[in-house]
């Protein structure tokens, strides 16, 4: 598994990779050799965020912990992603070690207007791979975003499925007007 680092605001120490490397280690038999981790260290004031996603055949894996020490931030991020595997363990072994790099997500960062009020600060490209919404939830809960857009592979739409405010799901299919 690739790791890449991000520090901001702080400067990582060897020891802490290391320790990274160790704790990842134990997760990378469940991963194809192509997954690449990227954990991101934050420090604001007294509390340091650590978030740690790990991108493997179009499948993301996202989790994020801030605590007053980095090691203990690390820990629970590695705790939590251990456990959305394990809950999910069934549905994830039809998906995983199936795909390529070209699958993952793209990211790019736009310019800053600050002068504009509805600026957009990022953008997203993902592949619109078509899954089923079963596997589009379980993909949104492993990113821990509150929707996600994707192709169903039953009607070959564009849909977006999203947490509502009760907890359940919804899902949103285009329609013609008119």
């Known amino acids: ?31 194809s050799d192509s997954a690449e981790a990227t954990v991101v260290v934050t420090l604001e004031k007294n509390r340091q965020t650590v978030e740690i996603t790990i991108r493997d055949n179009a499948m993301v894996y996202r989790a994020e912990s801030t605590m007053p020490e ?7 991020v590695v ?13 994830l072994s039809k998906r995983l070690k199936a795909g390529s790099l070209d699958d993952l997500f793209a990211e790019e960062i736009l310019p800053d207007e600050a ?37 169903n592979s039953d009607s070959g739409d564009i849909n977006v499925v999203y947490v509502r405010d009760d ?11 008119g």
């Open 79 to 91: 705790d939590m992603l251990s456990r959305q595997l394990r809950k999910h363990k069934t549905r």
């Open 70 to 76: 980095m090691n203990d931030a690390l820990d629970k």
């Open 167 to 177: 907890g359940a799901y919804g899902l949103l299919e285009p329609s013609a007007v």
């Open 1 to 31: 598994m690739k790791i890449t680092y991000v520090a901001r605001k702080v400067t990582l120490r060897d020891n802490f990779k290391e320790r990274v490397e160790r704790k990842l280690k134990k997760l990378e038999k469940i991963f």
């Open 115 to 151: 002068e504009d009020e509805l600026s957009i600060v990022r953008k997203k490209q993902i592949p619109l791979k078509p899954i089923s919404v079963e596997e589009a939830i379980l993909q949104m809960e492993m990113t821990g975003h509150k929707f996600y857009m994707f192709t």
